[in-house]
């Protein structure tokens, strides 16, 4: 079992940045695959990145390349979104979740998840 807690979401203008953390307890962080997936109201969860169990391998989706970055600390058991240039559209809950095996990409590839924070981005 592994437990997950977001943090680090508010509100921010537009162009503005954020650093969302998920912090993890439980089982071996080192040995799960991290992805984070945004979800807005009435639309299914929607994948923004993922990050290899050593962190050798990083992916986005299109919407966020160049603008969001992923990375992990396995000594302090925690990941983290950096998002820079923030629009409107990036306004959503976002969640972090753990994956032993499956898709990266798609939730139902990933095995435990955090209740999520908020990310506002005004105009």
């Known amino acids: 079992q592994v437990q997950l807690v977001e943090s680090g979401g508010g509100l921010v203008q537009a162009g503005g940045s954020l650093k969302l953390s998920c912090a993890a307890s439980g089982r071996t962080f080192s040995s799960y695959g991290m992805g984070w997936f945004r979800q807005t109201p009435g639309k299914e969860r929607e994948f923004v990145a993922a990050i290899s169990q050593s962190a050798s391998a990083t992916y986005y989706a299109d919407s966020v390349k160049g603008r969001f970055t992923i990375s992990r600390d396995n000594a302090k058991s925690t990941c983290f979104l950096q998002m820079n240039s923030l629009k409107p559209e990036d306004t959503a809950v976002y969640h972090c979740?753990?994956?032993?095996?499956?898709?990266?990409?798609?939730?139902?590839?990933?095995?435990?998840w955090g209740q999520g924070t908020q990310v506002t981005v005004s105009v």
């Open positions: 979740a753990a994956r032993s095996a499956g898709s990266l990409s798609r939730p139902s590839g990933y095995d435990y």
